[in-house]
């Protein structure tokens, strides 16, 4: 009990230092209101000693007043400086519990000097003693009400005193004015205590608010899966990056990574080892920031990546490497142990990019051309990249406004059966002559297209020509139309193909749709939908350029094939390159297992076309073959080739 009481005591008469806020309020309260608590105290000091200066002792009258007036004055100016002070936690306890302990003291001092007068002089100076000490008491407590051990400390020492003094002359009114003193005080120290509670709960209350709102800051540029910086956390230290780096004429580099092969193991695994597979990805990120490279999630499988202070391209392609070296190493999650890459895209301001938009821009560019060139690759945006960009600005304003049907035609380059030397197949290929631009190659105009969104406008138009030129080759001669990924991508879009075959008079049968790898695995299952609605319609389907993708075997067991067609990367020189032949051999095998044909395609070379002779594979396509013709001339070919034409 007693314990309990002597730390409830202890605890309002000192300064306690658990609540680092609520000191710094104090203080910074403090530091506005004593200086005027001082000013108050020191006139009325002033006022009182004149009243006594010619009936009191010098040293009373004079001396003391002034050693106070020294005093009250340097610690209101002490606190006038203070104002200008940074508010460190250590000087903010240590000024308050100094303010706390010499309370007593000069509360003490100026109650005793006070009292010394009173005898001196007559009933209106002994008033103004009792009216010196009740007022002047008043104005202090409340310029220290936020400092509660003070104020308590002051209340005690003053009115303790006044009311023991008083009480002890023995006049009825010097007691009744000693009660009403205590009744004061006491009332003030209930209101001291009130503010206090308030003062305190005002300051924790804001602190909380802060917290969240630095919570709510910290979520809104946050990644909440990786733990990184955000995508409008990167845009905005980008801004400040830039601004950074034009003030003080640096370099400043800008990169675009995007995890290659991270769409497969969602749809094999789940979303759920894909969360937990981006989160070791965002962990080996961090591995690389420090205070001029930073690194932010910018969604999905994108992350952003910025580096001040650049030296030189060669350090920011070890930076690349580095980082790409990092994801290639395998993940392992619970027993599935995968791996995956990264490709990546940077450019340098000042040198290529002139702010913001162009930064993210160009290394948006560059990322493109990464993924291009293969998985994993890092490209540097040059200006031969520039020349690209400017040249693809052209031909994607050139593709909003072409006429399809007048501007856009097809050529057919034939899939020969080497075994037997006859053609099989045509592949149709789109070919675009612009009023405006001229001639532009099917490599240019069809990534534009892709990334635009407008291949899909291309496809049924052409889909149209093919069907209607095809039906004059012989029954036996199949027609092949390749689909991007968006025609695939939606039932609809389907359904608008479906309609267009149908109406063509085309045997659905003679007809195979070329899908390629990548294009399946941006969305496996609308994939096995729309093969599935072509299946069932009687098409074949290929898949295109197989090995360059991510999929499994189990992704192409759940799809219903026809063909594979494996990539020329994989025939070219394949008879001085043992990977490739091994592929290549693999590939054969795989087909023949999955009961699926296989066409080669890309062979170019009298050398290549012998290597796939002796590895057993039937089916070629290539310039060796022949080129890409018109219509017409696919007549005279099937004619030399020993097929007829059908009427």
């Known amino acids: 009990m007693k ?48 009243t006594h200066y010619a009936i009191a002792p010098r040293w009373l009258a004079v001396y003391i007043p ?72 008043i104005a202090c407590i409340f310029c220290l009400m936020h400092l509660r051990s003070a104020a308590l400390t002051t209340t005690a020492v003053v009115n303790l005193a006044f009311v023991a ?34 003062f305190t709960r005002l300051v924790n209350t804001q602190a909380r608010s802060e917290e969240l709102s630095d919570e709510n800051r910290r979520l809104a540029n946050e990644d909440s899966l990786t733990g990184l910086p955000n995508r409008r956390q990167f845009f905005a230290l980008l801004d400040g990056a830039l601004a950074e780096a034009r003030d003080e004429g640096a370099k400043l580099a800008v990169g675009l990574i995007d995890l290659d092969g991270f769409k497969p193991v969602n749809d094999v695994y789940g979303h759920s080892v894909g969360d937990k597979l981006l989160f070791q990805v965002g962990q080996r990120l961090l591995r690389f920031v420090r205070n001029d490279l930073q690194l932010a999630r910018l969604g999905g499988d994108e992350f952003g990546l910025l580096i001040r202070h650049v030296d030189s391209d060669q350090a920011l392609i070890a930076v690349g490497e ?53 998985a994993g690759a890092l490209c540097l945006f040059s200006a031969a990249h520039y020349r690209d960009l400017k040249r693809d600005g052209a031909t994607e304003q050139g593709l909003r406004r072409a006429n399809i049907v007048e501007e856009f035609d097809l050529v057919f380059q034939p899939i020969v059966n080497i075994q037997t030397g006859r ?17 532009v190659a099917p490599g240019q105009f069809i990534p534009v297209a892709e990334r635009i969104g407008f291949i899909n406008r291309l496809t049924l138009p052409l889909l149209r020509k093919a069907l209607a030129g095809a039906r004059s080759w012989p029954y036996e001669v199949r027609l092949s139309f390749n689909l991007s990924a968006r025609d695939c991508g939606s039932k609809e879009a389907v359904n608008k193909i479906i309609d267009v075959i149908q109406c063509s008079g085309f045997q659905p049968r003679r007809l195979d749709f070329e899908i390629t790898e990548t294009a399946v695995i941006q969305d496996l299952d609308q994939a096995k939908n729309a093969i599935n609605a072509f299946r069932a319609l009687g098409c074949g389907i290929s898949l295109d350029d197989f090995g360059t993708g991510y999929s499994s075997l189990s992704q192409l067991h759940a799809l219903s094939l026809t063909k594979l067609k494996i990539d020329r990367t994989f025939i070219s020189r394949i008879e001085h390159n043992p990977a490739s032949y091994k592929i290549v051999k693999s590939l054969l095998a795989l087909s023949a297992d999955m009961e699926l044909e296989c066409v080669s395609e890309g062979v170019e070379r009298e050398e290549e076309l012998q290597v796939l002779k002796g590895l057993g594979c039937a089916l070629v396509q290539g310039y060796l073959i022949s080129r890409p013709m018109p219509l017409a001339q696919t007549i005279h070919w099937l004619a030399q080739t020993g097929c007829v034409a059908v009427d």
């Open 423 to 439: 053609t099989v197949a045509f592949e149709a290929l789109a070919r675009w002559v612009s009023p405006d631009l001229g001639p």
């Open 322 to 374: 580095g980082i790409g070296e990092a994801l290639r190493e395998p993940f392992v999650i619970g027993d599935i142990q995968i791996a995956i890459s990264a490709s990546l895209g940077m450019v340098v301001y000042p040198d290529m990019a002139g702010d913001a938009v162009e930064a993210y821009e160009f290394a948006d560019y560059a990322l493109y051309d990464s993924k291009r060139a293969g």
């Open 66 to 137: 002034a050693a106070l007036t020294v005093l009250g004055s340097a610690r209101a100016l002490m606190w006038w400086r203070l104002r200008h002070v940074p508010a460190t936690p250590e000087l903010v306890f240590k000024t308050l519990t100094r303010t706390s302990r010499l309370a007593f003291f000069i509360a003490l001092s100026f109650t005793v000097w006070a009292l010394a007068l009173f005898p001196y002089g007559d009933s209106y100076t002994r008033s103004h003693v009792a009216f010196y000490m009740a007022i002047t008491v």
């Open 3 to 50: 314990t309990a009481l002597f730390d409830r005591l202890k605890s309002l008469l000192t300064v306690q230092r658990d609540n680092p806020r609520l000191l710094k309020a104090q203080y910074i309260a403090l530091s506005r209101q004593l200086p005027i608590m001082y000013a108050i105290l020191l006139i009325n000091t002033l006022a009182l000693a004149a």
């Open 165 to 198: 003094f008083f009480l002890a002359a023995g006049n009825p009114t010097y007691t009744a004015m000693a009660i009403n003193v205590l009744l004061v005080s006491a009332a003030m120290i209930l209101v001291l205590h009130d503010h206090y509670q308030d």
